[in-house]
């Protein structure tokens, strides 16, 4: 019969502005970390394993040879890159639907005290594990003289 609705003052001055809700959106569509959290990032778990580091990253649905790790000074960059099935194969237009993302992931890592040469990285059931070994300290001689 009646709905129920909540009642609201008019002259509160709140109140929905499709123009400002408009102008948000278009102020963080430019902005280049716009896309940064929701497409060109995964996730990532670092542990500390006392002697060494464990990077464990998720890359579900990605071929072994499409991932690459970069050292570049003390900057690691893990990057991996998936195809679209449908650009080549499908011309025709057989897709009903396509949610799938594709294109280039990548993301940075500081290195600096890290022990560059032991670097090792496994990837297994959709996650990428690098094991990152701590330099060694080099124990302060004091002399007198």
Do not use: W
Not at 88 to 109: L, W
Not at 111 to 121: E, F, T, Y
């Amino acid at each position: 019969m009646f709905e129920l609705k909540p009642y609201t003052r008019k002259n509160n001055g709140v109140y929905y502005n499709p123009f400002q809700t408009m102008d948000e959106f278009e102020r963080n569509f430019f902005n280049p970390s716009f896309f940064e959290t929701t497409l060109e990032q995964f996730k990532t778990d670092i542990k500390d394993d006392g002697d060494s580091y464990t990077l464990l990253a998720d890359l579900p649905g990605f071929d072994k040879k499409d991932i690459h790790l970069d050292l570049n000074n003390d900057v690691l960059t893990i990057s991996a890159e998936r195809h679209s099935e449908h650009e080549d194969k499908d011309k025709k237009g057989k897709f009903v639907r396509c949610e799938r993302s594709y294109g280039t992931y990548a993301r940075s890592f500081d290195i600096s005290g890290i022990d560059a040469a032991g670097i090792k990285a496994a990837y297994a059931d959709g996650v990428l594990r690098v094991t990152l070994p701590k330099q060694k300290e080099v124990p302060a001689s004091s002399r007198r003289l």
